[in-house]
């Protein structure tokens, strides 16, 4: 049996989303168990039976504005803080959180705990490829760390070669660096000498830059950004893609009957569009280079998302993710430790 | 009379679809004079008639994919060259190219020149809002410099302003930092230290930070970047744009008869909607911080896109975009220096 720690708190709609979210997925993959962590009176009512699943009674909350370290800090007793000691005290297998993002990466980092070797833990998430041999690909970093060197950047790269390997079941991932250029000589100082890095690496199969335009396109399985950009990028396609759908609608609601009319023809290939970009409810993000698979969704993630995560966490323990990537790091050491030499 | 000097070999579609876009400039805005440069053979035939119109011939023309700085020096007789040339010595107000974009910033700066006072030229780019009081913001820098300071980055904020207020005609233009997060403390150290510069000046209307999510949402009249990420936003942007039309457009395909017929009755609500998008169409992105007007299209412009940064140009000239600002520049030389004490 797989046990999971779920923060049944933290989120916009928690938790009655995410106790929904688990009792769909408690149905679907009958080998996971769960620990829920969260507020007695808040959370007991929503629970329908107690099959395979535990409630764990909290009395703090970290709320989504919070400063990070400092809530992680200080709320000891929060669903949160709870959820991600049980996984520590090897109590649970994996950790999940839909709530605050910083006090998350916190959580992960500070209890759960870095793989040894691995300098930065990093964000990352599967986005949907139109093209190319496969339906998704790995992007990292998002925003677990704003500043990145040479060193960190190459990590990453082993680190989203294993997920994509193991968790996505993509022989020899191809990973491409995100940069303002397809040229080995393009961006500054810091993607420049990551290039380097990564040109003479066998650690993975680099194939070079790409171009946040080409991403969607599916020419890598892994796209490797410095977290400032890699965080900018998500967001403008995010935001990008709303905005569209957004658009669309208006402008069929101002064209009148015929306009309502087409679309209502168009509808199942509306929404089989809308299914497609909106990866934010086939999974949640990962923090990978952790010592146990860390998920969060999005804030605003309803039972779907939850329940879908549950699965990508169940492929993670099944792969044993964090075991092969701790042993190829142990095994590489100083091939790792030679690549960051640097500024 | 106005004269721009045109770059006529530069860009995918060159020479034809340069001229074309001249000529239905010409018809458009009588006050506008034309100076082609290009290799006679090439451009002469294309030209119907040279009114307000003439053709310098030049030998040697910068390919796309040449490295900037070195074409640049080596093609002293490429029509780039000499058309920014022209610019220099006077003998043209602005300056035009479609080429490669590395050797237009490089012509703009080392040729045409800096204002006095500004650390760092960039490339703006108007796009459009859905949201908010305005049609379009300026975003810039596009990837002029791949390494900022904080101290660019508030220049970039001036240029930006000044452009939104003569160009676009936008009182009080709200301005904000692209960051990964709205808080004052988000970002790298750079972002946080361009903040407190920005939130402590007088010289525009600082509204704190933006995320990519947001950008296209109307909250920004001059949304400033590091050229890195900008680069980055700006592409992904434009790829997700492009993906989702092309995923519309196969679902429609994909969905028989009665997809067909919904496109159908939806034809005018989806070609306004791409109009829209299609920003590239609207005009060119604009050097800003230089001594003369320089406009560059994407490398893929037709005529349209040729004449529409023609109308662009005479706004910038008729405005006296480049006076203005170099007077503000000269006037606030003093808090300038003040902000670039810094790392």
Redesign the interface.
Known sequence: MIKIAIDAMGGDFAPEEIVKGIEIARDRYPELAFELYGTEEAVRPLIQNFDRLTLVPTTEVIEMGEEPVKAMKNKTDSSMVRAAQAVKNGEADAFFSAGNTGAILSSAIFIVGRIKGVDRPALASALPS?GGPNDSFVFMDL?AN??NKPSHLYQYGILGSFYAGSVMGIKQPRVRL?N?GGEED????T?KAAHQLMKQTASFNFLGNV???????GTADVVV?D???G??????????????L???KS??K??GI??M??????????K??KH??DFNDQGGAVVLGVKAPVIKTHGSAKASAVANSMGQIQTMVKEDLVGKTTTFIKENADALKAKKIEK
Chains 1, 2 share one sequence.
Do not use: C, V, W, Y
Not at 186 to 189: A, I, Y
Not at 211 to 217: G, S
Not at 261 to 270: F, M, Y
């Open positions: 139109f925003g704003a500043e995100l303002n393009k961006g500054d100082d993607h171009e946040a335009r080409e991403i969607l396109e950004a977290g400032f950009s965080n900018a990028t998500l967001k403008a396609i995010e935001g990008t893609a709303m905005t569209m957004d658009q669309l402008a069929i101002g064209s015929r306009g009319l087409g679309a209502l023809l168009l509808k199942p290939a509306l089989s569009l497609e970009l």
